[in-house]
């Protein structure tokens, strides 16, 4: 016998390095990243405190529970990437919460990268000492 089917809304979510994989469905509102809590997974308030943002902002913190993979980069750029597809993933969920979501800034992908090392310097920007004579 099958399983009942549940409704997930999937949505991918970027930031600097880090990409994660989102999956919302009806529920009470836990978030488990990588298999660990919310509160393991990001050691500090600030931080999910950003995951929880696109709840927060569309009121709808006790009516999905989110399932994230999330890799690359670090802890910002993983709490970022993870609000981003949290968004996006609520933005399939119920198209109306648009507004809200854009005035918050919540849909747009944070374009901010690391900026590549360029031949012939020491790093991105910086030039080798020059010398006259």
């Given at each position: 016998m099958a399983a009942p089917k549940v409704t997930e809304f999937v949505a991918t979510g970027r930031r600097k390095t880090a990409v994660a994989r989102v999956r919302l469905a009806s529920g009470s509102g836990k978030i488990v990243i990588n298999g660990r809590a919310l509160e393991n997974y990001f050691p500090t308030e600030v931080?999910?405190?950003m995951v929880i943002q696109p709840f927060n902002t569309s009121q709808t913190s006790n009516k999905f529970d989110a399932r994230v993979n999330v890799a690359?980069?670090?802890?910002?750029?993983?709490a970022g990437a993870v609000r981003h597809g949290i968004a996006r993933a609520l933005l399939l969920a119920d198209i109306n919460l648009r507004p809200t979501l854009k005035a918050d800034g919540l849909l747009t992908r944070d374009p901010r990268m690391k900026e590549r090392k360029k031949y012939g310097q020491p790093g991105a920007r910086k030039r080798f000492q020059f010398s006259k004579r």
């Open positions: 931080l999910r405190g690359g980069g670090g802890p910002s750029g993983q």
